[in-house]
């Protein structure tokens, strides 16, 4: 009974079963003695070492633990020893290291390891034995064992220190910090500081590990997050015990670097090591202050870092309040501070700020030292865009009533925007006028401005495009009344951003002003400010507007950018979330409802919009490829209107289509452009149906992203014919896009397919998408080598059961199993895709030597590597399902027929071997339960033969449809002769 539950048992229930055998064992004698011994206990030491799991093997070490825990009760010990010496030595050196791993955990256990009743001499050697397994167990080549001995190393240094020889502590301890400390493995260097931290607690070893600690210090600087807390840890400890100092493991520069460029959990226990020396709780907080300053000025970012954690690791409220004001004191000094301590001493208050703004005692101190002039001062101190923010958030933090002076300040860097995409610095500023304007209450002013400057672009979009032309804005009595108007004094009509003298500069603005409703959309206050807003409608309609121009036009224009597309989906989908959490969209499903809201169906109508623009942009690339050059379209301009939409009109070029340096918008430069709005719209589709709110769209969503996927092999296939160098930056950000789609893609397919149902099956769009998805790795590895096509590969694993349900999809719904075949060879036939052509090859040249192959069917070994793997992956996926398999394999017998009906006998010979010998194995070869692909052998079979007769015994052709017919006969053979399912005469 025991033994059945330990794989299950909690570990109390363990140890209790573990003390209940012990004194079972106690209590009895002879051959009943002997069983529990050497059947029950025998059982579970083996077990222990051989267990499958780790989980397992800790589970029965528990039970163990009875006796291991009773080891000086007379006759314990000896029997640990004669039941696991014959086992344990020679498991820890085999070649699994699974069992090395368990064995290494029971030695632990037992140490020290010995025969009770052996001389000194023998037991001495024994314990030898045991160091010598250790110290070869620390260099092991699984970093799980090296984990392991490393903390028993420790563990058996600390418990044991006074009985082992020196040298043998001095050889393992340095080994130890020499080579453990460096290792490529991180959980070992993370087990290495734990155990440096359970073995202080042995006085004994502190003499030692003075001297070697300091070799610790790179670990400070460790690229893995655990192990620089674990450090941190360490030196925590090291501060609490007299004989230590821990600025001589890591110097106080490095320290004081990690405080200011680490993550939270490690500037944090900075802070707390060095709270003693830069704001000690002892000394008067005069002094402490001074003391802080001091540290400001010696490094601003670990200051400002250091306030901002201070609050939490122990300073009183009281202090923090007399540093902020020190603080503040400084800056507003006529002493002549440098920049970055200007800066830091900011960043230091606006941290504090923001600390004590939760403590309600410290509230109106905290107001009374931002005055009017105060704040003056401080902005004019503040030269830089990031402290400049930092004034705006403790303005904000504050609550400040004395402000109203800064609201037109922040307006205008609020709507002169035309370079804030691009520029970090002013963006955090941006970001801290948004929090202040909410603060003061004024966020309905700086959202009217933001509306007025969309509208305006949509505005020229209207008269340059043709677009739809912008909604106007509501009467101001319809609007409700600002709640700024009582505190803001200051005239905001004058605020709309610079004036500009072309529709680039107004672009530009646009763009900047979608930057920022899409950083408000991120930001709960501003959120929930903006979902509130009167007037949300106004800034939907007018990024529609832009969407579509920004989308259509990026083939001409170089500064068309995706911003207003991801702020015009962005708010759209926010629009409907909220919709859905308030139910309040009562109005009728096309049109947005009085609280500015979307429905379900109007987000479809966002959707389709969308789509509809790219199908324009598509349209606009196939005019192209047809040879209809933009100087010819543009005399042309009749036709040309024609192809692409009576409402449209024709794209000008006028000297914004170029850089400012007057470089010329390049083929490079408009795939890279097409490629993120592309993206863009992909996200937005994927987002909508993730959500539930683009239910009647699929198969439109899935020929945009088929044509999508389309648009990227023919841009791959450019590539490699374009001789000019690729722009580093331009390139990595297109791939990156790439690579997101392409995730994106199979999201799609598992989307549809989750909704699918057999009354409302998937539509064949997701069949041919798949095949656009497997088209596009080969073209990858084909056009940019293996490395890259390992990038798509990888994305793609994950996704494979989706990839593999889209291949089959043709065929899982049909009523009848001949159904499928016909269904699989129309699809074929009407949508060929690329990557059975290489599959073939691939086959082929695995069958024969490359000097008998045609040049056509050469494949150099290093070619297409990664979709070999891709294709080993899906075989595996596909034999664990035999329906789904069947499913598949109608598709591929489908495409062998294609190529047996255009004469390529290659393709044919290819994907039929891959189907027989790999796919379904030539140990099958009555395809049992394949019956949809055994439909197709009627008409494969005998149109090979007749094939045979008709080609020449000495041409090729003839040797690889023989060679198809082998593959065949056996399967055809049985089912003619065995199953009578086909008769002679088929």
Partial sequence: MIKAQIPFGRKSMLEAYGEIVFKGWKGVEGELKREIEDGFLMGLVEGAIHARSKGLGSSIRRVLGGFINQRTVDGVEKLLFRLAEPVIFRSLQVANSNVRQNALHLLLDLFPFEDPDATKEAKDTLLDRQFFLLERLIMDDCPDVRVIAVEGCFRILHLFWE?????????????????????????????????????????QSHEILKVLLPRLGHLMLDNVL???????????????????????????????????????????????????????????????????????????????????????????????????????????????????????????????????????????????????????????????????????????TTASDDVAGLLGDCMSLITDCSDLSENLEKQAEVRSAHKLLISCDAFDNMFEALTRLLQKTAYRCHIKFDTEAPKQNVSPAKRKKSKSSSKTSVKWKHVGGKKSSNFKDDYSVAIGVSWQIKAMLSSEDARKA?????????????????????????????????????????????????????????????????SGLISKAMLDQVLDHLLDCTDKLFEAGDSEKNGKSLQKSKQDNSKSATRLGQKRREPQIDASSSNTDGSAYTKQKQTSKKVKMFTTVLKFVIDSIAMGFASRNHTRCLRFTSSYVQYIISCLRQLSKDKSPLKEEKSKECFMCVKSSFSYAFKLLNLVHNAATEASPAPVESFYLANDLLDLIISGELFLGSTYAAQHVAAAKPWLPDLILALGSTSMHEQSIERPYLTALDHIKLHFPSWPLILAKIELAEM??????????????????????????????????????????????????????????????????????????????EWRGLDMMLVSLPDMYPRIEREIEEQDEEDESHDRLTNARALLEPVWFYHVYETQRFSEVE
């Fill in 163 to 203: 009985v082992i020889p020196p040298p043998t502590i001095t050889k393992m301890i340095t080994k130890i910090f020499d080579e453990m400390a460096f290792d490529a493995c991180h959980e070992v260097r993370l087990s290495t500081l734990n155990g440096i931290i359970y073995l202080l607690g042995n006085p």
């Fill in 226 to 396: 655990s192990v620089r807390v674990a450090m941190v840890d360490l030196l925590l400890l090291l501060k609490d015990i007299r004989t230590f100092q821990f600025n001589k493991v890591i110097g106080l520069e490095v320290l004081l670097h990690k405080l200011a460029s680490d993550q939270s959990p490690v500037a944090q226990k900075i802070v707390r090591l060095l709270m003693p020396s830069y704001f000690p709780a002892r000394l008067d907080v005069e002094e402490a202050c001074d003391r802080c300053v001091t540290l400001m000025k010696r490094s601003p970012l670990a200051g400002a870092r250091f306030c901002e954690f201070a609050l939490s690791e122990g300073a009183s409220p009281k202090s923090m309040m007399e540093l902020v004001k020190v603080f503040i004191s400084l800056l507003l000094s006529n002493a002549k501070l440098e920049e970055p301590v200007v800066e830091g001493l900011l960043v230091a208050s606006a941290n504090l700020c923001r600390s004590l703004a939760n403590e309600r005692n410290q509230q109106d101190a905290l107001k009374e030292l931002f005055s009017n002039e105060s704040v003056k001062r401080l902005l004019a101190v503040a030269s830089t865009a990031h402290a400049r923010s930092t004034v705006f958030d403790m303005l904000s």
């Fill in 530 to 594: 903006m979902m509130a807003s009167q007037a949300l409608e106004l800034p939907f309609l007018a990024l529609k507007v832009i969407s579509e121009a920004s989308i259509v036009q990026c083939e001409y224009y170089e500064y068309m950018d995706p911003y207003p597309v991801l702020a015009y989906t962005a708010l759209a989908l926010r629009m409907a979330v909220q919709n859905a959490t308030t139910e309040s969209g009562t109005k009728k499903d096309d049109r947005i409802n009085s």
């Fill in 848 to 925: 024969s030597e490359h000097d008998d192959l045609e040049e056509d069917d050469r494949v150099s070994e290093p070619e297409f590597t990664e979709f070999k793997k891709l294709m080993g992956n899906i075989i595996s996926l596909l034999k664990g399902n035999r329906s789904i398999l069947d499913a598949v394999g109608v598709i591929f017998l489908a495409t062998s027929v294609v190529g047996l009906e255009r004469k390529d006998f290659g393709l044919l010979l290819g994907l039929l071997n891959f189907i027989c010998l790999k796919l379904i194995g030539q140990e099958d070869r």
